[in-house]
């Protein structure tokens, strides 16, 4: 199969997101907002369906920045509801996310009843579908990776100060406000970027396995960002692989289950310094 | 010379209730100032206004005669310890190298001296074999001296430490009180979260002591008469027992 330029495209289209989610995933998860990517992941759907009803197929761009504005927002949203109301986080995390969901699941349903809705295949975001990756859209993903990476590394410094004491980074000027913005956009774009391989509900496990799993076995973000880039790639194309021999297989959650199992066999071996994270 | 803080009329709190009323006091530069008063009475919310990580109701705040957005590169911050989670994947050294960050580097490569700066620091405080040990590694201690490692890395003109003495033992603790006499002869400004009042007149040479409000500020002479200790503490503390016992004797030896 690895001969197959159809199969060859699939491999690194997800390979580039692998990359693109761990990078993110590490300080998402360092900042306990694993949950973030989930409001994100479902949020997206109903700005995805008005991007393709607005363009009646489906244009990479349009998909994307439908889903990136209404990602972004609701993410937004749960955390002006947390900070001003008397709601928990998982509760406010809870109403956005469903919301958005249940709007984005009856855009889709009217969207297929359309006439040039069918083919498009807009229910492979629910579960994902990396075969269906091109040629064009792994272009388009490694324009974003570099994006992502290059923007991960100019502020590297400022979102590790942030995540470790934003009293800190606050006390010496630093503007928190933005770069806290800044990591968000970041993690939609993956989000964004990754649902069509993955699907709605389970991207968001891209983006924080790959960062739990190098947690329990390093001491040091240079090491979790390696070894998260390391799971991730092996998620990514156990789950490529897996689905290309058995085409039924949907790819998010085989990629999901991978993952599953890299975290048992890591937690066995994980280090006794980082206990907490058990 | 400009005070090291002037402060007039603050009011602050949270979520538009207040925690400290009307406090007016100054500081001077180069002195090594304590703030005194028991749990609750609102020591940390003083030190954020300060740095302005909460804004005040009212009154004004002036830092080194500026508003303290202007001199932030002068100011060093220690918060209390356990505000941050200590399980977090950095360094000893990474932690210390934060001494230097500012807003016109953190996007930015760092330079040699910002190195140099943050290795002294951490030898100051005996801890530059542990440098490259992930910080959940270190006792409370030497957690502690961690975060004095990032203040003193900043090389600043003022230093505002929320009890940097707290869990401490008696070595980190003379270790620290060496590093604050350094501090006085380097003619820099120490302004200091203190619980200890058995130690406190030992340490400090200035003092503010709040509860809720102001009830003294100045000098170390003027600052020992209990009274001012029994409005801070509202009585009912052994240790004021003891000097209010102690003064008394002295009373009774006196008239003898
Ligand atoms: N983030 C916050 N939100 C709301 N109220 C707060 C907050 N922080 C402190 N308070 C309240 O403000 C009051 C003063 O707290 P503060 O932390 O300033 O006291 P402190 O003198 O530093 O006490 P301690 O000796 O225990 O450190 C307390 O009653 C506390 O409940
Ligand atoms: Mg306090």
């Known amino acids: 199969m690895f001969q197959e330029p159809n199969f060859l495209w699939v491999f690194a289209g997800s390979a580039l997101l692998a990359i693109s989610a761990s990078r993110v995933g590490v300080f998402v998860f360092l900042q306990n907002k694993s949950l973030s990517g989930d409001v994100i992941s479902h949020s997206l759907l109903p700005g995805m369906v ?73 229910s492979a975001f629910l579960l994902g579908k990396a075969a269906a990756l091109t040629n064009l859209d792994v272009g388009m993903y490694a324009v974003l990776t570099a994006l992502i990476l290059a923007f991960v590394k100019w502020s590297e410094k400022a979102l590790i100060t942030v995540s470790f004491d934003s009293t800190y980074a606050k006390a010496i000027g630093l503007p928190v406000g933005r770069i806290n913005t800044l990591l968000t956009s970041l993690l939609t774009g993956a989000v964004v970027m990754g649902v069509q391989a993955v699907g709605v509900v389970l991207i968001s496990a891209l983006i924080i396995l790959p960062a739990l799993g190098s947690r329990l076995i390093s001491a040091s973000i240079r090491q979790m960002t390696s070894y998260a880039m390391a799971i991730s790639l092996l998620m990514s194309a156990g789950g490529t692989v897996i689905s290309y021999i058995y085409p039924k297989m949907p790819t998010g959650p085989i990629i999901v289950v991978v993952g599953g199992m890299l975290l048992i066999v890591l937690y066995l071996f994980r280090k006794k310094t980082n206990e907490k994270y058990e | 010379m400009n005070d090291a803080l002037n402060i007039t009329n603050l009011t602050a709190g949270y979520l538009g209730r207040p925690v400290i009323f009307d406090l007016c006091f100054t500081v001077p530069q180069g002195v090594i100032c304590g703030v005194i008063g028991p749990n609750g009475s609102g020591k940390s919310t003083l030190l954020k206004s300060i740095m302005g990580l909460i804004h005040p109701m009212q009154g004004t705040i002036q830092v080194l005669g500026h508003s303290i957005d202007q001199v932030r590169s002068k100011i060093a911050y220690v918060p209390q310890r356990e505000s941050v989670d200590w399980n977090f994947p950095v360094s000893v050294y990474d932690v210390a190298l934060m001494g230097r960050y500012a807003p016109d580097n953190i996007f930015k490569r760092l330079k040699n001296s910002d190195k140099e700066a943050t290795l002294k620091a951490l030898e100051k405080v005996h801890l530059l074999e542990y440098k490259d040990k992930p910080i959940g590694q270190l006792s409370g201690g030497q957690q502690q001296r961690v975060f004095i490692a990032r203040a003193l890395a900043r090389e600043a003109e003022l230093y505002i430490m929320d009890e940097p003495f707290a869990g401490v033992d008696s070595v980190t603790e003379s270790a620290i009180l060496k590093l604050l006499k350094e501090m006085k002869q380097e003619k820099k400004t120490v302004v200091i979260v203190h619980h200890d009042l058995q130690t406190a007149f030992d340490y400090f040479d200035y003092f503010v002591m709040i509860n809720r409000k102001l009830i003294f500020s100045g000098q170390k002479k003027e600052a020992l008469q209990p009274q001012y200790l029994f409005e801070t503490y509202g009585g009912g503390l052994p240790a004021l027992d003891r000097i209010r016992t102690a003064g008394n004797a002295r009373e009774e030896i006196a008239k003898s």
């Open chain 1, 50 to 122: 008005i991007g393709y009803l607005l363009s009646g197929e489906k244009n990479f761009w349009l998909l994307f920045m439908g889903g990136f504005i209404t990602g972004y927002f609701a993410q937004i949203l749960t955390e002006k509801i947390i900070k001003i109301s008397f709601l928990k986080a998982d509760v406010a995390m809870a109403v956005v996310l469903t919301m958005f969901y249940g709007l984005g699941v009856v855009l889709l349903t009217v969207a297929e009843k359309l006439p040039y809705g069918n083919q498009a295949g807009l």
